[in-house]
Each structure stands twice: as structure tokens, then as C-alpha cells.
């Protein structure tokens, strides 16, 4: 079965406090992870996408890693609008469909 | 405009109502998504569908049913709701396997 963890469940940083989120993985062959960013009362939103260990992307003060059973968020300098929940999900060969990690709720103070 | 609406966006009803949460799309995806977001528990997959004619059970379809009225429209509803179906409901739509998928604003259900 598929399953996806993710840790810490919530973290706190200063605004310019560089850190990483985890997301531990299991899948029966990879097609892809995924990153996305929730803020509070709407929709996900897409980030990034990994396809194969090794890879790498980034958005801004964002830089998503991914090896063969975990994927890093690293948040360089964060700012305040930084702050939300950032989920993992990934999917594997099995099932065409996303399985969600928990989530990462990130709070980054002035 | 959104590319992925949902109505209602809020809703309170009672135990043993029929309710039905709509979904559309302009982005011409073929697939649609159901899921449920309960706080600890995440997004958890309520039914999904590849294309008009299939409609697939998600891990968690007890109690729900769905219909794809079009390419651009998936409803979920509930016959009788329950109070453990108080949750956060989105929709979302993709254009294959592998890919992003996009996610509407959400409904938040509240059964009394």
C-alpha cells in the first residue's frame, strides 16, 4: 500500500531562517511526487512535480529534492507569506491517483 | 474566472438530508477527483473519473455516490448525511496520469 509521511507537523521559523520539510515515502514504483502549498480555507496549490531521484526544482525561495524514499522542501529566507501547509503526495505505478501525506504547517514570523 | 468552481462553498444541514455538492471545470480535463479533508487525516480520495463514462470508488466512498453529468461537471452527493461527514470536500481535475492536479475552493459541509 502506498503511504506517505511527512515531518514535522508544524514548524516555526523567523522570517529569513532557512529550513527543510520532510516527506518520506512508500509506492510500488513511482510515476511521480508532487508538492503543493495550502493556505488556510482554500484549495491546494500546485508547486512542484519529481519524477525520478535526483531531481531537482525550484520556485522562488523554494527547492523541492527527491531520492528514492524521501523528498525535501527546502525553504530558503523564508518571508511571512511563506507561511502555509505545504502537502506531499505521490503516485505510484499501481494506481493512477495521489496519495496525500498530512501536511507541514509552516509559520514564518516578522 | 476560476478554472475549477465548486458550489455551494459552505453548507449546514442535518442528519438524514440528501445533499449535493457540484464541481465544474473549464480546463478540459478529462479527469475529476472527489476528495475529503479532515484535520490529521489529510486528503483522503472519495471517487475519481477518468472520463464521462468512468466512475471509479476512491478509499473512502462509503455513504457517497457521484455522477459526471459532462466532460466539465462532477457531483458528489451524500443520500444521508451523518455527522462524521462534517469535513472539507474539493474537487479537482487533471489531463493525465503523472500530472498536476488542480484543485477548486472547497466546500466546507457541516451535518448538525
Known amino acids: 500500500e502506498d503511504q506517505v509521511t511527512q515531518s514535522p507537523e508544524a514548524l516555526r521559523l523567523q522570517e529569513g531562517e532557512s529550513s527543510s520539510l520532510n516527506c518520506s515515502y512508500t509506492v510500488s514504483g513511482l510515476r511521480g511526487l508532487f508538492w503543493y502549498r495550502q493556505d488556510p480555507g482554500k484549495g491546494p496549490e500546485f508547486l512542484f512535480t519529481?519524477?525520478?531521484a535526483g531531481e531537482e526544482k525550484e520556485k522562488e525561495r523554494l527547492k523541492a529534492t527527491l531520492t528514492k524514499k524521501e523528498s525535501f522542501l527546502h525553504i530558503t529566507a523564508p518571508k511571512p507569506e511563506d507561511s502555509a501547509t505545504y502537502l506531499c503526495a505521490v503516485e505510484g505505478t499501481g494506481f493512477q491517483k495521489l496519495v496525500f501525506g498530512t501536511g507541514t504547517r509552516l509559520l514564518v514570523s516578522p | 474566472d476560476a478554472d475549477v468552481t465548486q458550489t455551494p462553498r459552505n453548507r449546514i444541514t442535518k442528519t438524514g438530508k440528501r445533499i449535493m455538492l457540484e464541481c465544474s471545470q473549464t480546463?478540459?480535463?478529462?479527469?475529476m477527483y472527489w476528495y475529503r479533508q479532515d484535520p490529521g487525516l489529510g486528503l483522503r480520495l472519495i471517487y475519481y473519473s477518468f472520463d464521462v463514462k468512468d466512475i471509479n470508488k476512491g478509499e473512502i466512498s462509503d455513504g457517497y455516490s457521484v455522477s459526471r453529468q459532462a466532460q466539465a461537471k462532477f457531483s458528489l452527493s451524500l443520500e444521508s448525511a451523518i455527522p462524521n461527514q462534517t469535513a472539507l470536500y474539493f474537487c479537482?481535475?487533471?489531463?493525465?496520469?503523472?500530472?498536476?492536479?488542480?484543485f477548486g475552493p472547497g466546500t466546507r459541509l457541516t451535518v448538525l
Open positions: 480546463k478540459g480535463h478529462d479527469r
Open positions: 479537482a481535475t487533471s489531463d493525465g496520469s503523472a500530472n498536476e492536479q488542480f
Open positions: 519529481l519524477y525520478s
